[in-house]
């Protein structure tokens, strides 16, 4: 089981870096709050997951998560 999350979360990431190289910033998080909509408001919590860093700070931290 614990293989098939991690292929899931590549995969997820892999898609993403495509849409961010493709629609650019906004349109990819656009495109994550529709796909999370049921699960999460985004426009709920973006205000304290992003609080006082700038785009390319968030970038920088998103390309690390794994």
Known sequence: MKTQAI????LLENAF????ENLGEEKTI???QALTAP???YLKI???LFAG?????IYKEA????
């Not at 292929?7 to 590549?10: A, H, N, R, V």
């Open 63 to 66: 390309r690390y998560v794994r």
């Open 30 to 32: 656009q495109v994550w």
């Open 39 to 41: 699960k999460i408001d």
């Open 46 to 48: 973006r205000h304290r």
């Open 53 to 57: 860093k700038g785009v390319s700070e």
């Open 17 to 20: 870096e495509v849409l961010l």
């Open 7 to 10: 292929k899931k979360q590549s």
